[in-house]
Structures are given as structure tokens and as C-alpha cells.
């Protein structure tokens, strides 16, 4: 058995008992110190004294005086505590309060901004519309001849409004998805075929910036299940990028494996400028850009990547992004194998 074990007494959670008993003019300050003088001593011995013991030894104070002075001071740090607690209690109230209030707040002006979007984008899809309508028509001479120049010119035009169409409507799956609405059509899915028609409507551009495109794949991997529209979109928007990254000479490939979990990996990675440790999770920021200087060399609202990783999360999956900076980036996420 451990020996010198103290017995637990209602003096031990009395801090300051010499203090108060000089303050109730019980004893003096020489007695006081007198009494811890002697305690110092009494377990420079190995006994275990407490000053309380000290006073009593000395015929400073009797037990029943000792007791009273004992149990006033642990009513008043009951008290103290109580009140201590009450306080506490209300300031988390308090904070819990406004931490609501805030939180509200915050629901309420990302309501407003994901209906300001939605709104904003369905009103620019009429004037558009007619834009491209007449472009069509001036571009097959519907309303008279144009001349080579000007064939050229409504060429650059028809893809300028091309490109603010696709902006449109990721502003519109944006809203949707900000406020829950994004539908998902689950079905069985080729991804190796969808893969092959992302790279495909890529080439063009990929060409023109000197980016080679691969497609990695068994022939005989099994279906997904998935929303093909959207996952298309998926492929295209991490193929687009990582164009848009990869300097003259790099590549961008599509892999597509199994991985023994009856899951089908899908991969996009490039060669490209790669991303900052420290600046990975930023990507993912609606309307945000890494360089956001107005001198900025890459283009874009902001919102296809977070697009992309709301888009994989509603089909029960999750985007994984690896990068170094100068080394290139991977994108890759499973989906759920579908076997006949």
C-alpha cells in the first residue's frame, strides 16, 4: 500500500485560510506567519500539517473555530462559483446568440446572391439568343453575301457567344446547386465513351496551345452510375482546364481504371503550372481566381471547379486534386461500377 497518503479535509480546498482568519481578527500576522514557521517545519519532518492543524497545535485557534472559519469560506466560494457559473451561462447564451444571428445573416445573403445569379442569368439567356439567332443568319447569308473579311468576323463572333452561353449556364447550374436544386438522372453511364467525346470537343483548343490530349482505358471497362450530362460537363470543364495550364509541349490525359471495390477511378491530369500546397483549397471558392490581378493571364468566372466538386459530391462521390507547383495537377474521383 502507498504510504503518506493525505486524508482529503474540508481545509484543502480552503486557499487563503491564514489570510481570512487574520482578517476576522482571530490572529495576528506574526501568529500567522509563527504558524507557518512551524507547518515548514513539521514536513521538513515528513508529516504531512496543514495550516489549520498548525494553528491548533499552537493554541491559536480550537477545533470548533477552525471548523466555522472552514465552512464560511466554502459557502463563500460556493457562492462565488455559482454566480461564476450563472455568468458563464448567460455569456454563451449571449454568444450563441449572435453566432445564430450571423449564421442567419449569412444563409440569408447567400440566398440573395444564389437568386441574384439565377435571375441575372436567366435575363441575359433572351438577349443572347437573339444574338446568336442573327449571327446564324448573317453567317448563311440568309439577310445578303458578306465578304470573306466579314465571314471571319461573325466566325470570332459566333464563338465569343458560344463561350458567354457556357458562362451562362454554369451560372445557372450554380444557382441551382446553391440552393439544393440541382437534379441528378442516375442511370448506367459508358464513361469510356463520354471520356472519348470530352476529348474530342477539347481538341481544337488543345491544338491551338500546342497541348497533346490522352486517353488512358481498358476497352472492356465496365459502365457507371452516373447523370452522363453532368459528368460529361465534368470531363469537359477538367479537360478545359487543365489545358488552360499546361504550357506549349505538355499534355492533359483522361485515365479510367478499376480499383478492386468495384468502384471505376476517373483521373484527369496535366502537365501543367500546377497549384501552391497552401493555395489548394482556394480553387474550389465560387467566383474566386488565384490570380485575381486585373492583369491576370487566365480567364474564367471562378466557378467550374466548385461546380465540379458539387457536381461529384451529389453522386455520392468525392474529387481528390494532387498538385505541386510546376509539376502539373490530378483530378480524380470514383464512381460506382455497373456490371450486366
Request: hydrophobic share 40%; glycine share 8%.
Amino acid at each position: 500500500m502507498p504510504q503518506n497518503i493525505s486524508k482529503l479535509t474540508p481545509e484543502m480546498l480552503i486557499p487563503r485560510l491564514g489570510e481570512y482568519v487574520v482578517q476576522k481578527g482571530l490572529i495576528s500576522e506574526s501568529d500567522l506567519q509563527k504558524a507557518l514557521d512551524y507547518q515548514q517545519e513539521q514536513i521538513a519532518k515528513g508529516e504531512h500539517c496543514l495550516l489549520g492543524q498548525a494553528l491548533m497545535d499552537l493554541n491559536m485557534i480550537d477545533r470548533d473555530t477552525l471548523d466555522q472559519v472552514v465552512t464560511e469560506q466554502i459557502i463563500k466560494l460556493r457562492s462565488a462559483l455559482q454566480a461564476a457559473n450563472r455568468n458563464l451561462e448567460q455569456r454563451v447564451k449571449e454568444r450563441t446568440a449572435d453566432l445564430n444571428e450571423a449564421l442567419n445573416r449569412l444563409s440569408e445573403l447567400s440566398q440573395m446572391k444564389a437568386n441574384f445569379v439565377a435571375n441575372i442569368s436567366h435575363e441575359l439567356r433572351t438577349p443572347l439568343t437573339h444574338i446568336k439567332g442573327y449571327l446564324e443568319l448573317l453567317v448563311t447569308e440568309s439577310l445578303g453575301k458578306v465578304s470573306e473579311e466579314q465571314r471571319h468576323a461573325l466566325s470570332v463572333s459566333q464563338r465569343a457567344a458560344a463561350k458567354l452561353e457556357g458562362m451562362i449556364e454554369d451560372l445557372i447550374m450554380f444557382s441551382l446547386a446553391s440552393r439544393g436544386e440541382m437534379s441528378m438522372k442516375l442511370e448506367k453511364t459508358d464513361i469510356r465513351r463520354l471520356a472519348s467525346l470530352a476529348l474530342k470537343s477539347a481538341a481544337n483548343k488543345a491544338e491551338e496551345r500546342g497541348v497533346k490530349l490522352q486517353l488512358s482505358s481498358p476497352e472492356d471497362i465496365p459502365a457507371v452510375q452516373a447523370d452522363p450530362e453532368k459528368i460529361g460537363w465534368i470531363l469537359n470543364q477538367l479537360l478545359d482546364n487543365g489545358i488552360k495550364f499546361t504550357p506549349s509541349g505538355g499534355s492533359v490525359a483522361v485515365n479510367l481504371k478499376e480499383d478492386g471495390n468495384n468502384l471505376i477511378q476517373i483521373a484527369v491530369a496535366d502537365t501543367g503550372i500546377g497549384i501552391p500546397q497552401k493555395r489548394l483549397k482556394e480553387i474550389f471558392e465560387p467566383f474566386h481566381q488565384l490570380d485575381g490581378s486585373s492583369t491576370r493571364h487566365y480567364g474564367g468566372t471562378g466557378l467550374g471547379l466548385s461546380l465540379v466538386r458539387q457536381i461529384i459530391e451529389a453522386h455520392g462521390s468525392l474529387l481528390d486534386v494532387q498538385s505541386s507547383e510546376g509539376r502539373g495537377t490530378v483530378f480524380k474521383f470514383p464512381l460506382l461500377a455497373v456490371r450486366d
